[in-house]
C-alpha cells in the first residue's frame, strides 16, 4: 500500500504536466502483461474443475461421450446431484466413505494440534532437557522418505494389535506422519513472543498450563491453525495407509474409493461434492494460513 | 511448584559449578517432571507410528519374512540387500524415479515464484486475494481426487484436452492424437504438468512469505534511483527468495523421489511402464498378489531411501550457506 501512496501524487502531477504534450492517460503495459499471466494461470487452475461441474449435469449418455457441451443436460439440470444426496445413508458407499473420512480427519486435526501445540511449547518456553536432542530428530525425520520406509513397519504394527479395518485407527499414523512439522511450526510461532510475557505471568503465580492456554496460545493463533490445515491437508488425502491397512471396502476413506476411478455425470457429481469441505476450509483459512506462512514458519 | 527457577534454569543448568551437582540434578528432575508431560503425546504419536515402525521395517529387511507361509520370519543377514543391489528392476526404478525428478523439479520451483512475484505487485488487495484464492484450490482437493481428475483430462476418449486437440484445433488425428498417460515419452511430462497444477498455489504461498519480507519502500527507493524492473529483480528480490528456493529445491526432491499414489492410480503395476519405479516395485513386492516378500520389499525401500539420503546431504552440501 505504502507505495501506492509514495507514487500515486508524483504521478498525478506528471500527468498534469504531460497532459499538454502528450495523451493524459497511458495504458499501463507492464501491470497488464502481469494480470493476462495470473488470469491465464487461474484459467488453467480451473479448466479441469468446470470440466467436470459440466461433465455433473450432462445425461448420463452424453457424460461418457466425446463432447465437452452436451447435446442434451439432464432434466432437472441437479438431477446427478439430487441421485448424490437421496442415496445419502450410511449403507451406500460412497457416504459412508466420506462419514470415514470425516471421522478420520477429525480426530487427526484435535489429537495432532493438541499434542504440536503442548510440544512446541515444552522445546520453546519450559527448560526442557534434552531440547536439542528432540529438535534434531525431529528435523532429521523430514529428510527420511518415511511413508516408503515405515509403510510396512506400520503394516505389521496395526496386524499385531488387531487393527485392521478399524477406521480410527488411521489417525494413528496420520497424526504421528505431520506430528514433526506440526511441532516445529508451533515451536517457531511460540518462538516469536518476547520470553518476558511467560516470565512475568509466572512470577504473578500462573501455573504454565494456563500460561499456555491463557496467554501464548491466542498469541500463536495462526500457528495453530496452520498446523489444523496441514493435518487437514494430510488426513484428508492420504491414500497408500489407508488402502493398505483397510480391506474392507465399508472402513476404507473417501480418498481410496474415488481413487477407483470411474467415469460420468454421477462419479463428476460425486467429485464435486468430495472436493466441498477442502473448497470451504481453504476459503475459511486462506487469510491466516498466509499471515502464519509470514509469521514464522520460516524461522523454524 | 516454585516455577521461579525454571527462568533461568536453561542457563544454569548448564554452567552450575561441579560443587553443586547434587542440585543441578536436582533441578533437571525437576524440569523434567516440569516439561515432559508436554511432550508425552507427541512422543507416543511419534515413537509408536514413526520410530517403532521405521526400525520394525528395518529389521524385517535382514529377514526372509512373507505373507503366505506362517512361520517366523528367519535372519538372513544382508542377503535381501544383495539382491536388491543386483535386481535390474529396482535400478531401472531409481533412474525412473530420477527422470521424473528433473522434469518435475523446475516447473514446481519457478513457476510458482514468478506467480508470487506478479501477484506482490497487484496492488488491489481484494483482486490479490482472489488470485490466491483460485490458486490454492487445487491444495485443497485429496491428492487421490486430482489423480483421477487428471485421468478424465488425459483420456483419450472422453478427456477435453484431446477433445481439443482433435474435434476442435485439427491439429491431430484419433490415430495421431498424443497417448498422455501410455506414451512413454509423455508420461512423466503429464504426471509433472498434473503435479505444478496441484502444487502452484501453494508454492505460489511460500515464496510470497518470502516477498512479503522485502520492505515497502525498498524497490521504490531503487526505482528513484533509476533501477530498471531486471537490475530490481536480479538485485533484491532473487536474493530475498532464494533461502526459499533453496529449500523448497530440498524438500521437492524429496517427495518426487519417493512419489507414490500418482503412479499406483495413473500407471498401475504394469513392469514396462515408467512408473513402475522403486517405491511403486517396493508395495508391489509387499502388498500385492503372490507371496508378498515383505523382508525384500523392505530392504528395498532402505536402499533406495539412502540413496535419497545421499542425495539431500549432497545438495545441503552445494546449497550450505556461505557468507
Redesign the interface.
Known amino acids: 500500500m505504502s507505495s501506492a501512496e509514495i507514487t500515486a501524487p508524483r504521478s498525478r502531477e506528471l500527468g498534469h504536466e504531460q497532459s499538454t504534450t502528450r495523451p493524459a492517460r497511458r495504458i499501463p503495459w507492464r501491470a497488464a502483461g502481469r494480470h493476462a499471466v495470473l488470469i491465464l494461470l487461474c484459467c488453467w487452475i480451473l479448466f479441469p474443475l468446470v470440466i467436470v461441474v459440466i461433465n455433473s449435469t450432462k445425461s448420463r449418455v452424453d457424460s461418457i461421450h466425446r463432447t465437452i457441451l452436451p447435446n442434451e443436460f439432464v432434466s432437472p439440470i441437479w438431477a446427478s446431484y439430487e441421485w448424490v444426496w437421496t442415496s445419502f445413508t450410511l449403507d451406500n458407499i460412497f457416504f459412508r466413505t466420506y462419514w470415514n473420512s470425516i471421522f478420520v480427519t477429525t480426530l487427526t486435526i484435535v489429537a495432532g494440534t493438541i499434542s504440536a501445540v503442548l510440544a512446541g511449547y515444552a522445546l520453546s518456553h519450559l527448560s526442557t532437557p534434552g531440547k536439542t536432542i528432540f529438535l534434531l530428530i525431529l528435523v532429521s525425520s523430514l529428510f527420511l522418505p518415511i511413508q516408503i520406509t515405515s509403510m510396512i513397519g506400520i503394516f505389521r504394527l496395526h496386524r499385531d494389535l488387531g487393527l485392521i479395518d478399524e477406521t480410527w485407527a488411521l489417525m494413528l499414523p496420520y497424526v504421528a506422519a505431520s506430528t514433526a512439522v506440526s511441532i516445529l511450526v508451533m515451536r517457531a510461532v511460540f518462538q516469536m513472543i518476547s520470553k518476558e510475557i511467560p516470565d512475568s505471568a509466572r512470577i504473578d503465580g500462573g501455573s504454565s498450563l494456563r500460561i499456555l492456554a491463557g496467554i501464548m496460545l491466542p498469541m500463536g493463533r495462526n500457528g495453530v491453525i496452520l498446523v489444523v490445515i496441514i493435518n487437514f491437508m494430510y488426513a484428508w488425502s492420504e491414500f497408500v495407509l489407508a488402502s493398505v491397512l483397510m480391506n474392507d471396502q465399508e472402513s476404507r476413506t473417501l480418498a481410496v474409493l474415488m481413487g477407483g476411478g470411474g467415469y460420468g455425470a454421477g462419479v463428476s457429481a460425486r467429485f464435486i461434492v468430495a472436493i466441498v469441505p477442502g473448497v470451504v476450509v481453504l476459503i475459511f483459512a486462506q487469510r491466516w494460513f498466509a499471515k502464519a506462512l509470514q509469521d514464522g514458519a520460516f524461522k523454524g | 511448584?516454585g516455577?521461579?527457577s525454571?527462568?533461568e534454569?536453561?542457563a544454569t543448568?548448564a554452567t552450575t559449578p561441579a560443587a553443586t551437582t547434587r542440585s543441578g540434578w536436582w533441578r533437571?528432575a525437576k524440569?523434567?517432571l516440569?516439561?515432559?508431560p508436554?511432550?508425552?503425546?507427541?512422543i507416543f504419536?511419534?515413537v509408536?507410528?514413526?520410530i517403532?515402525?521405521?526400525?520394525?521395517?528395518?529389521r524385517?529387511s535382514f529377514t526372509d519374512d512373507n505373507f503366505l507361509d506362517q512361520n517366523p520370519p528367519n535372519f538372513i543377514g544382508l542377503q535381501n540387500y544383495r539382491e536388491v543391489l543386483g535386481d535390474q528392476l529396482f535400478w531401472q526404478g531409481i533412474q525412473r524415479a530420477l527422470i521424473f525428478t528433473l522434469v518435475f523439479l523446475p516447473g514446481m520451483i519457478f513457476i510458482p515464484m514468478?506467480?508470487a512475484i506478479?501477484?506482490d505487485?497487484?496492488?488491489n488487495?481484494r483482486v490479490a486475494?482472489l488470485?490466491?484464492?483460485?490458486?490454492?484450490?487445487?491444495?485443497?482437493?485429496?491428492?487421490?481426487?486430482i489423480?483421477?481428475?487428471?485421468?478424465?483430462?488425459y483420456?483419450n476418449?472422453?478427456g477435453?484436452i484431446n477433445?481439443?486437440l482433435v474435434?476442435k484445433l485439427n491439429l491431430f488425428t484419433l490415430a495421431t492424437q498424443p497417448q498422455w498417460l501410455q506414451d512413454p515419452k509423455l508420461i512423466f511430462l503429464s504426471i509433472a504438468a498434473m503435479e505444478w497444477?496441484w502444487g502452484?498455489?501453494y508454492h505460489t504461498?511460500?515464496f510470497?512469505?518470502?516477498l512479503?519480507?522485502i520492505p515497502?519502500?525498498l524497490?521504490?527507493a531503487a526505482r528513484v534511483d533509476g533501477a530498471g524492473?531486471w537490475r530490481m529483480f536480479w538485485g533484491v528480490t532473487v536474493w530475498r527468495l532464494l533461502?526459499?528456493l533453496l529449500?523448497l529445491m530440498?524438500?521437492r526432491f524429496?517427495s518426487a523421489?519417493?512419489v507414490?499414489?500418482e503412479y499406483?492410480?495413473m500407471g498401475g503395476y504394469d513392469r514396462t511402464k515408467n512408473t513402475y519405479t522403486w517405491?511403486v516395485y517396493?508395495?508391489d513386492t509387499?502388498?500385492n498378489g503372490g507371496v508378498q516378500f515383505?523382508g525384500y520389499?523392505?530392504a528395498i525401500?532402505?536402499v533406495?531411501?539412502i540413496i535419497?539420503?545421499a542425495v539431500?546431504a549432497v545438495m545441503f552440501y552445494i546449497f550450505r550457506p556461505r557468507d
Open positions: 511448584m516455577d521461579t525454571v527462568a534454569a536453561t543448568v533437571t524440569d523434567m516440569s516439561s515432559y508436554y511432550l508425552l503425546i507427541a504419536f511419534f509408536g507410528w514413526q517403532l515402525p521405521i526400525y520394525s521395517s528395518f524385517l514468478i506467480t506478479f501477484i505487485r497487484v496492488k488487495e486475494t488470485y490466491r484464492i483460485i490458486l490454492l484450490i487445487p491444495a485443497m482437493i485429496p491428492s487421490p481426487l489423480f483421477v481428475l487428471w485421468l478424465w483430462m483420456n476418449y472422453i477435453p477433445y481439443i474435434d497444477w502452484l498455489g504461498m511460500f510470497l512469505a518470502g512479503a519480507t515497502k519502500d524497490p521504490d524492473e533461502p526459499i529449500v530440498v524438500v524429496g523421489m519417493a507414490i499414489t499406483l492410480i517405491t517396493m508395495y509387499a502388498f515383505r520389499a523392505a525401500g532402505w533406495g531411501a535419497m539420503l539431500v
